[in-house]
Every structure is written in structure tokens, then in C-alpha cells.
């Protein structure tokens, strides 16, 4: 059985428009505006360790690339339900138990625009603290907590490892959040 997705799309100030299929929305000639999320989840309260996770080499976007967890917001969906649908389904591989987590662990960020050739997004960029066992999904190669400054300095010096939502949420994070000195990412790396 084919089970189509469908997003809503979105104008440049953020209100539905329609919906559509999800792999539509992604056209070379005529991207469409639709929403995403992408959750940074911290070992602790004091967040000094953030998870990272590769995408699995079967993901038809951006195979192999280091990430944060996220997605699209489906049709229906509002952004925080997204976050945690996404953050459930690729971190603890629970389909169907959503209902265990609290939506009030997911705080919101920042919403930024990613505009790329292909790809026209507003992402709701969210945090939460989690330090238990990981069930991995097939969407997920691995996953592993890195100090944040240890990110920064790997996206400083490898940008091209990460996808473009992963670097500009970490710049919104930084920004909203500063824990670490990104001054010289955010001048040097081409978002």
C-alpha cells in the first residue's frame, strides 16, 4: 500500500493556501512554500551536549548528511505536533504512542525562512531535554549526543556534512540561545 503525505502550502507570511502532495512541493522550476520543523534535543537542562543524527543513505533528499530531528508539518497538523510526531517517529521509532509525550517538553525557538533552489520552507525550530534510550528508525543511520561546541566547530569546518535546515536551526538556536561563540560560523558559512 502507497501512503501519500500531503503539506500544506503556505504564502510568505505563513497562512495555508492548499494542500498538497509533499514530494510536489519540492520542484526545481516552482517551489512551494510549506512548513517544516526540526527539534535540537539536549542531553541535559544545561545543554551542553545536543543529539545529531545521520540520515539514513536510503532518504531520496540528502542522504548520508548529519541533521537534527524534523520534518514536514502535515496537512492538519499545527508546527508543535509536527515536532513531536517527527522527533517520535525517528528518534524512538514510536509510531503510534505519541500520546507519552508531553507537548509541553518541546519548547519553540524561532521560526525562520529557508529558501533554497528546490525547497521554499518556514521552520518552526524547537528544544528538548532527553537522556534515555534511542530506537532508531530507518529514516536514522545513527545518532550520537556531541558537545555544542563541538558541532559548531565541525559545521565551521564542514558545512557540506550537514543539511541546510541543520545549519540554519543551529544559527536561529545560536541567535536565540548563544552558548557558543559563533560569531565566525556565522560570517564564514554560506547558509
Known amino acids: 500500500m502507497i501512503f501519500l503525505e500531503y503539506v500544506p502550502v503556505v504564502d510568505e507570511e505563513d497562512q495555508y493556501l492548499f494542500d498538497m502532495r509533499r514530494e510536489l512541493v519540492h520542484d526545481e522550476k516552482n517551489p512551494l512554500w510549506h512548513r517544516s520543523v526540526t527539534v535540537l534535543t539536549f542531553r541535559t537542562e544545561n545543554r551542553d551536549e545536543i543529539l545529531i543524527q545521520r540520515r539514513s543513505r536510503d532518504k531520496e533528499r540528502k542522504p548520508g548528511l548529519l541533521e537534527f530531528a524534523g520534518g514536514h508539518v502535515l496537512s492538519g497538523e499545527e508546527y508543535r505536533e509536527a515536532a513531536i510526531r517527527e522527533y517520535a517517529e525517528e528518534l524512538l521509532d514510536r509510531r503510534a504512542e505519541l500520546t507519552s509525550i508531553d507537548m509541553e517538553d518541546f519548547r519553540q525557538l524561532e521560526k525562520i525562512d529557508k529558501k533554497s533552489p528546490d525547497n521554499y520552507e518556514k521552520v518552526s525550530v524547537y528544544s528538548t531535554v532527553y537522556d534515555g534510550p534511542l530506537d532508531l528508525s ?40 548563544p552558548t557558543v561563540n559563533c560569531e565566525q560560523i556565522r560570517s564564514e558559512t554560506k547558509f
Not at 148 to 160: C, G, H, K, R
Open 138 to 177: 530507518d529514516e536514522v543511520m545513527e545518532a550520537e549526543y556531541v558537545s555544542v561546541q563541538e558541532l559548531a566547530q565541525d559545521i565551521e569546518q564542514n558545512p557540506e556534512n550537514y543539511t541546510n535546515s541543520t545549519l540554519e536551526s543551529f544559527r536561529a538556536y545560536n541567535e536565540a540561545m
